[in-house]
């Protein structure tokens, strides 16, 4: 494990996940944390205080204390909230065996940093079904048991069935919800898998049973993850921040995998 | 002397601003530029030697994508990049690199990443009516 540690020139913070989690809470305001175990953390990494942050830290925090903008990003298996507002894009990284990090930048990065960790970039284009329809219930299992090195031979249909089988590289999840101006939608939601076939999308559907898996090019992944900004006319400008039951907070292993493979 | 042309569509300017690097930058015609950190538009290049291939990265480049084309009658390949400009913003390059006449053609869109989706069709509208001739 490392210890705490601030970089001054960009702002990012590495501390253990407990912490980073009660900054979260207090500085959003969603509710109370041990705020001295903050402060010593944050003394001891060189990043000043709850009360007078460094002034990099400061911009850190700047999106969390007024989000317009929440996000939640899974991968790995691990759900991350993030938040952006005033120009300002902040992540709460989850790194396994590592102290997490509080990571910022300007808000206009998001999709290339998105690209960047979620490895988008060249994949095969061999021929694939348009969409492939499937119990939703086995593409999780499927997916978690491949998060656990497990074995998801037979689960879904071909050709995506060996694809996750024998080629799965990852899973992620990328949802973006702010105040919707009047007849707007109030968020967006994308889910894909990585393999060594493709990129896949996933679609939820309604019946909360079904999903639809389609292949999608690594640029069509990237021009959708830009879209996790929306535009300002999507907004309700006069919010003032996005309501606090809709900010994201904390994260953590995401629930349906666990539960996919506690079954 | 190698030299093109294209349909600028009413999108970007009919005369060219020569670069330092000797490509030609057809910027967005005034009445669609917007603030940001890069010059949106269309730029040619033609370098000596058929050799059409993808370009090394930098540091702060990311490649996104690759795949096979067709540009100007000739098969292509076409890449997209992100540039991060001095950790200050992020600039999208879409290219097309292609071999013919003898010579390598590379045929950038660009333009800042937060104005991309408005940008991308037409600048890629343009760049679909290139014509290079030896």
């Known amino acids: 494990m490392s210890g705490p540690a601030f970089n001054a020139e960009t702002g990012l913070l590495t501390a253990p996940r407990e912490v980073?989690?009660?900054?979260?809470?207090?500085?959003?305001?969603?509710?109370?944390?041990?705020?001295?175990?903050v402060d010593a953390v944050l003394a001891a990494a060189g990043a000043g205080s709850l009360a007078e942050p460094h002034?990099?830290?400061?911009?850190?925090?700047?999106?969390?204390?007024?989000?317009?903008?929440?996000i939640r990003l899974g991968k790995t298996g691990y759900v991350m909230p993030g938040w952006v507002g005033g120009g300002r894009f902040t992540l709460h990284v989850y790194r396994g065996g590592d102290d997490d990090q509080l990571v910022p930048m300007?808000?206009?990065?998001?999709?290339?940093?998105?690209?960047?960790?979620?490895?988008?970039?060249?994949?095969?284009r061999d021929?694939?079904?348009?969409?492939?329809?499937?119990?939703?219930?086995?593409?999780?299992?499927a997916v978690a048991n491949r998060l656990a090195e497990r074995s998801s031979h037979g689960l879904l249909p071909e050709p995506l069935d060996s694809a996750i089988a024998h080629g799965?590289?990852?899973?992620?999840?990328?949802?973006?919800?702010?105040?919707?101006?009047?007849?707007?939608?109030?968020?967006?939601?994308?889910?894909?898998?990585d393999t060594d076939a493709g990129l896949w999308s996933v679609q939820r559907l309604e019946d909360g049973t079904t999903a639809i898996v389609r292949p999608v090019t690594p640029m069509g992944t990237f021009l959708a993850l830009g879209d996790l900004l929306p535009s300002n006319h999507l907004i309700d400008g006069s919010a003032p921040r996005l309501a606090l039951e809709l900010t994201p907070v904390v994260g953590g292993h995401a629930a349906w995998v666990t539960q996919a493979l506690s079954g | 002397m190698a030299t093109y042309r294209f349909d600028p569509l009413g999108i970007v300017e009919t005369e060219p601003?020569?670069?330092?690097?000797?490509?030609?930058?057809?910027?967005?015609?005034?009445?669609?530029?917007?603030?940001?950190?890069?010059?949106?538009?269309?730029?040619?290049?033609?370098?000596?030697?058929?050799?059409?291939?993808?370009?090394?990265?930098?540091?702060?480049?990311?490649?996104?994508?690759?795949?096979?084309?067709?540009?100007?009658?000739?098969?292509?390949?076409?890449?997209?990049?992100?540039?991060?400009?001095?950790?200050v913003a992020t600039v999208v390059?879409?290219?097309w690199r292609l071999d013919a006449g003898g010579r390598r053609w590379t045929a950038t869109a660009t333009g800042d990443l937060a104005l991309w989706p408005r940008l991308a069709p037409g600048l890629r509208?343009?760049?679909?009516?290139l014509e290079v001739e030896p």
């Open chain 1, 20 to 37: 980073i989690a009660a900054l979260a809470t207090i500085v959003t305001g969603a509710g109370e944390a041990d705020a001295a175990e």
């Open chain 1, 55 to 70: 002034p990099k830290l400061a911009d850190a925090l700047t999106p969390m204390r007024s989000p317009i903008i929440g």
């Open chain 1, 106 to 124: 300007p808000a206009e990065h998001l999709a290339h940093f998105l690209a960047w960790l979620l490895d988008i970039g060249p994949r095969p």
């Open chain 1, 127 to 141: 021929p694939r079904p348009e969409e492939t329809t499937v119990d939703a219930a086995a593409l999780d299992q």
């Open chain 1, 168 to 193: 799965f590289r990852d899973w992620w999840l990328a949802g973006s919800r702010w105040t919707p101006a009047p007849d707007a939608p109030g968020e967006l939601m994308l889910e894909g898998i």
């Open chain 2, 17 to 87: 601003v020569v670069l330092d690097d000797g490509s030609t930058l057809h910027e967005l015609v005034h009445e669609l530029r917007a603030p940001g950190a890069s010059r949106a538009g269309v730029s040619v290049r033609a370098d000596p030697g058929p050799e059409a291939s993808v370009a090394a990265l930098g540091p702060d480049e990311l490649l996104i994508d690759v795949e096979p084309a067709e540009l100007a009658g000739a098969p292509a390949v076409r890449t997209l990049v992100l540039v991060q400009l001095g950790g």
């Open chain 2, 93 to 95: 390059l879409e290219q």
């Open chain 2, 125 to 129: 509208a343009v760049i679909a009516t």
